[in-house]
């Protein structure tokens, strides 16, 4: 049972415009969501995160936002560059666990 | 400050042999986290220590284990191998912000099962 699911396993966005990458969950008791970008052969690199008490929070040129009433989550990307492209992983957990349940991936691919 | 370092980055093994992979964490972080990278399963946790104890556990057979020593350093070891444990292997240290763990990642030891 996948808890936390990307339904789309790729993208294609051109430079300079908004990547939007979704991510969606099923487990309520989640409360803590972060977002990884992962190149081949390198472990993931921590993007951003939220707590379930927020519904958006912004780093740079990154911002996620929370719909918790649909268990929806979403990355936006303003403006997308090349070196954007990457595996984008989005990541729950449960309180203080440190145990992270992944998606399954979105490949970002920003066309110059 | 030093990222989560792994050793080895790359190994190839026989079925039915042992292999052990070590995690040297961010300094200061004390919790130290494993997952297995598949193309078939994705990222799955494995498990999770915390001074030096298992706090959590995945949903892997006991052949595969772990420890945490008094310098936060970890390893994990999987006995007789089988060709499905090919994967990269990933260690997270996690640090405590206001809200919720981050946790960051070491580069992976890429184990290859022949």
């Known amino acids: 049972d996948q808890q936390v699911k990307q339904n789309s396993p790729s993208l294609s966005v051109q430079e300079g415009r908004i990547s939007i990458l979704n991510c969606d969950y099923t487990n309520s008791m989640f409360d803590y969501f972060l977002w990884y970008k992962k190149y081949p052969a390198e472990g993931p690199t921590f993007l951003i995160s939220i707590s379930s008490i927020k519904d958006k929070n912004e780093d740079g040129r990154f911002t996620v936002f929370l719909n918790k009433s649909a268990k929806h989550l979403s990355l936006h990307i303003v403006p997308s560059q090349p070196g954007d492209s990457a595996v984008y992983f989005c990541?729950?957990?449960?309180?203080?666990?440190?145990?992270?349940?992944f998606g399954s991936g979105t490949q970002l691919t920003v066309l110059p | 400050k030093a990222g989560v370092t792994q050793t080895p980055r790359y190994l190839i093994k026989t079925r039915g042999q042992q292999v052990t992979l070590s995690c040297s964490p961010i300094s200061g972080h004390r919790s130290v986290s494993w997952y297995q990278q598949t193309p078939g399963q994705g990222l799955q946790f494995l498990f999770e220590?915390?001074?030096?104890?298992?706090?959590n556990k995945g949903n892997f057979p006991g052949r595969f284990s772990g420890r945490q020593f008094s310098n936060s350093r970890s390893e994990m070891n999987v006995s007789t191998l089988e060709l499905g444990d090919s994967a990269l292997y990933l260690c997270?240290?996690?640090?405590?912000?206001?809200?919720?763990?981050?946790?960051?990642f070491g580069p992976g030891t890429r184990l290859t099962v022949t």
């Open positions: 990541a729950a957990s449960l309180g203080s666990a440190r145990q992270l349940t």
């Open positions: 220590y915390f001074s030096e104890t298992q706090r």
């Open positions: 997270a240290s996690s640090l405590l912000r206001r809200d919720g763990y981050e946790q960051y």
